[in-house]
T-cell receptor, first 112, second 111 residues
Framework: NAGVTQTPKFQVLKTGQSMTLQCAQD?????MYWYRQDPGMGLRLIYY???????DKGEVPNGYNVSRLNKREFSLRLESAAPSQTSVYFC???????????FGPGTRLLVL | QKEVEQNSGPLSVPEGAIASLNCTYS??????FFWYRQYSGKSPELIMS????GDKEDGRFTAQLNKASQYVSLLIRDSQPSDSATYLC???????????FGTGTRLKVLA
């Protein structure tokens, strides 16, 4: 099992450009999450999907959209990137309610 | 606003000593707690989960939970340089699918 995978590993964008971060898990997990991690700020929840077909906002959703494409895949889209979105983005998944989260390797995004 | 508080550190301990990491949380209804270790440039990985008051031991690691005081801690015995990392405390919010993370404590184990 690959666990949780994320692509790309690293990306540089110019202000105003758009991109989609991809996340996939092969553990048959039901719920998936997107976090961003900034120095001194810890992990902050952007969006989550409790189950296939549902998505909900987290703590910092502005400037982002998500799609739960199927049970395996959960993508995060930046429509018009801003320098404030420079961060490391982690995808995570859980099998069921309140269980351990498993994290992907992260995507490092730099917006110039 | 639900919060999880951790001392950012760095906490420096000599090799072989006990490292004690602390976390407090604001949501009195929380029942599930997690400790993750994160090496620089890597993703968080689970060390321990704890759901009941008291101690839970796994090898060199012991998690301690006191729900009345809204306090969860992680003890690392016989600390090794390889334990040097940032330790994140996470709390699951009952009735949601959300986890709240502390900002992490950076641990440095000195050889």
């Amino acid at each position: 099992n690959a666990g949780v995978t994320q692509t790309p590993k690293f990306q540089v964008l110019k202000t105003g450009q758009s991109m989609t971060l991809q996340c996939a898990q092969d553990m048959n997990h039901n719920s998936m999450y997107w976090y961003r991690q900034d120095p001194g700020m810890g992990l902050r929840l952007i969006y989550y999907s409790a189950s296939e077909g549902t998505t909900d906002k987290g703590e910092v959703p502005n400037g982002y959209n998500v799609s739960r494409l199927n049970k395996r895949e959960f993508s995060l889209r930046l429509e018009s990137a801003a320098p404030s979105q420079t961060s490391v983005y982690f995808c995570a998944s859980i099998l069921t309610y309140k269980e351990t989260q498993y994290f992907g390797p992260g995507t490092r995004l730099l917006v110039l | 606003q639900k919060e999880v508080e951790q001392n950012s550190g760095p906490l420096s301990v000599p090799e072989g000593a006990i490292a004690s990491l602390n976390c407090t949380y604001s949501d009195r209804g929380s029942q599930s707690f997690f400790w993750y270790r994160q090496y620089s440039g890597k993703s968080p990985e689970l060390i321990m989960s704890i759901y009941s008051n008291g101690d839970k031991e796994d090898g060199r690691f012991t998690a301690q939970l006191n729900k009345a005081s809204q306090y969860v801690s992680l003890l690392i015995r016989d600390s090794q340089p390889s334990d040097s990392a940032t330790y994140l405390c996470a709390v699951f919010l009952e009735g949601t699918y959300k986890y709240i993370f502390g900002t992490g404590t950076r641990l440095k184990v000195l050889a």
